[in-house]
Nanobody, 123 residues
Framework: QVQLKESGGGLVQAGGSLRLSCAASGRALGGYYMGWLRQAPGKERELVAAISWGGGTTSYVDSVKGRFTISRDNAKNTVYLQMNGLKPEDTAVYYC????????????????WGQGTQVTVSS
């Protein structure tokens, strides 16, 4: 079994930055895509960013391109989401997730996911 634990959320003013971390424990996630999803009140959950096992492939939702960067350190079993230029519309609960294919992840079919961390951006 795999456990994912997010950290780094909080309250920040618009234009500010946060760095989310997700630590994986249990068995190794070799070959898995890791991703960050978010869900705001009254909205559907969306895949914000994803990264392949080797880090060579990344994907972002259009609304965060140029502002967010996903990275991973497989030696530490950790994935990060650097969020710059935060906007009030980025306010949501952010979840870390793992899945074998990015296609499945985009459909919301997740093999493993964490409890989430709240990000609130004030205007």
């Amino acid at each position: 079994q795999v456990q994912l634990k997010e950290s780094g959320g909080g309250l920040v003013q618009a234009g500010g930055s946060l760095r989310l971390s997700c630590a994986a424990s249990g068995r190794a996630l070799g070959g898995y895509y890791m991703g960050w999803l978010r869900q705001a009140p009254g909205k559907e959950r969306e895949l914000v960013a994803a990264i392949s096992w080797g880090g060579g492939t990344t994907s972002y939702v259009d609304s965060v391109k140029g502002r967010f960067t996903i990275s991973r350190d497989n030696a530490k079993n950790t994935v990060y989401l650097q969020m710059n230029g935060l906007k009030p519309e980025d306010t949501a609960v952010y979840y870390c997730a793992a899945q074998v294919t990015i296609t499945s992840m985009r459909r919301g079919e997740l093999a493993y996911w964490g409890q989430g961390t709240q990000v609130t951006v004030s205007s």
